[in-house]
């Protein structure tokens, strides 16, 4: 009888190993205690952020100013997180500023991701001319620091959040362009490929069905880490003055602000600097786990 | 080596031409113009057309370019700043100096402490040391510039009151600002040296090394660091044009009149002579560096080496 529970969970085992390409990935990235610290971390970010109007509301919490309350210590009454110079509320302005930063973070990366990428992909995959031409441009736009490029846009198109996604993504467009290239090319000189081409398979069902797939992996990580990334340069934008503007909250804006009193009043510049390292440092480690997991290898 | 160099030269030109052609679009694309930082507020109608006749605001975009860059090529004249009424050339060459302090101390610094932490901590792997300065690296990886530095300026300015928070005037003000702005590159190097020695000494030629009785020190100095600090050098030469990049920030944390706090005044004043100038410079530092990097690479690689001979 033993013997039999053994067997069977000995087959049970067996089963558990039949794993898809995909349950592969996620049992080697869930083997990874930073990188689901970071996905966890992440997690509970987006779900605080998400459910935010349901707690607290925009207008009486974030927005208006309580000139009375102004200063109140971290943990005071009705305050975790304390109250800025105006008496507003840092814990809902910390969530209300995440709402802002994780969602425009995701934006920009699947813009960019997305115009950048079918860039990268033409001009891997047609090669030659094409190639060149596409690729010096995005030579022409990499020569300038990311931040130095979206500064210039966002000062012609002016701070609003719609401008300064569409300032971020061109700013990030030559990166994925690049990033996307060099995985086509890896993939370009396999044979499946060149059977794909010669069943005659249409050119962009090639790259979208029997390229694409396969060089996936690392577009995903370095997506994943440009998230991080970008989060930062729109916080550094909005740092400088050329981002998010108050009275609207973002982590960015609420540093600046901060900074004039952060002489008597630390926690007003720490508490969303934390923010941010928060939601850099959980993008970074699941990057980090996914390339990990996505190509075991490369761990030593 | 010379074609080599010459080549990569000669790349170079279409890309500055095409950074200053995207810039210039950008900074005349913008609705308004500069008339009222050149003439004051509340100046008439009448007097700001002229103004924009004689400016030759008027003429097409493409027009404004060409006659912008053959100032630039022929007489080297990169306009006169709306705001300062100074030369361009001339501001810029009063910034440039503070710029080139903090990019070299910054990357002095990276260097210095990066590659020797880093070796330390791959030869002690897993060890305390190792586990806090990747804990560490990792957090400061996460940290953006200007929470670095405002958190810098924060406990040694303000709190214990060892350095001076703003200002450029002693180069005890540039401590601060160069370890803001090293401050994630350098915890990047530390990871890369450490993930690259950790690969080398694994390597056959390292075991070699070991059996023949090397000592210890040989084997990590003589024999793994030169092979491992090969990818480190493409490293820190891409980080050295973000730290460019990055720089801007840093200054507009410190207050430092440098390149890049001219860059935001002036895109927030529309001063496009000076925009255009220190956008310029940058991406000409940029190329240059990287140009640097790619010979210093060749050099120190023997297969690249004897691949351009």
Known sequence: MRKDIQAEQAVNELEVKKRSQLGYIW???????????????????????????????????????????????????????????????????????????????????????????????????????????????????????????????????????????????????????????????????????????????????????????????????????????SIISLAALSFIGLGVQSPQPEWGTMLSEGKQDMMLYPFVVIEPGIAIMLAVLSFNLMGDGLRDALDPKLKN | MLKF???????????????????????????????????????TKEAVEELREEMGWNDPVLVQYGRYMVNVLTKGDFGTSYISKVPVTQELSERLP?????????????????????????????????????????????????????????????????????????????????????????????????????????????????????TERRVVFGHALRNALLPVITVVGLNLGAMLGGAVITESVFSISGVGTMIVNGIRKKDTPSVMAAILLVAVMISVVNLVVDIIYAYVDPRLRSKLK
């Open chain 2, 98 to 214: 503070n710029t080139i302090k903090l990019a070299v101390g910054s990357v002095a610094l990276m260097v210095l402490l990066g590659i020797p932490i880093g070796i330390l901590s791959a030869v002690k792997q897993y060890s305390i040391v190792d586990n806090i300065t990747l804990l560490v690296s990792m957090l400061i990886c996460a940290m953006p510039s200007f929470f670095m530095g405002l958190c810098l300026m924060l406990a040694f300015s303000l709190k214990l009151n060892w350095l001076p928070s703003i200002g450029s005037d002693t180069w005890k003000h540039f401590i601060l600002p160069c370890i803001t702005c090293c401050s994630v590159h350098l915890a990047q190097l530390i990871r890369m040296t450490r993930s690259n020695m950790l690969e080398v000494i694994r390597s056959d030629y390292v075991r070699t090394a070991r059996s023949k009785g090397a």
């Open chain 1, 27 to 229: 049992f080697r990235f869930r083997k990874n205690k930073l990188a689901m610290l970071g996905l966890l971390l992440l997690a509970a970010m987006a779900l605080v952020c998400i459910t935010a109007p349901l707690y607290l509301s925009y207008e009486e919490d974030v927005v208006t100013q309580h000139v009375m309350e102004k200063f109140s210590k971290p943990f005071s009454a009705g305050h975790i997180l304390g109250t800025d110079r105006y008496g507003r509320d840092m814990f809902a302005r910390i969530v209300y500023g995440g709402r802002i930063s994780l969602t425009m973070g995701f934006a920009i990366v699947a813009l960019s991701l997305l115009i950048g990428g079918t860039i990268g992909a033409i001009a891997g995959y047609y090669g030659g001319i094409v190639d060149n031409i596409l690729m010096r441009l995005m030579d022409i736009l990499l020569a300038l620091p990311q931040i130095l490029m979206a500064m210039a846009i966002v000062a012609v198109l002016g701070t609003d959040i719609k401008n300064l996604l569409i300032a971020m993504t061109i700013a990030n467009i030559p990166k994925f362009a690049r990033i996307v290239r060099s995985a086509i090319l890896q993939i370009q000189g396999q044979e499946y490929i060149e059977a794909a081409k010669a069943c005659g398979t249409r050119d962009p069902r090639t790259i979208l069905r029997h390229i694409l797939p396969n060089a996936i992996g690392p577009i995903v990580v370095q997506a994943t880490l440009q998230i991080a990334q």
């Open chain 2, 5 to 43: 160099i010459g080549k990569r030269l000669l790349t170079m030109i279409p890309v500055l031409l095409g950074i200053s052609l995207i810039i210039f679009l950008i900074m005349n694309l913008t609705p308004g113009d500069a008339s009222g930082l050149i003439l004051g507020e509340g100046a």
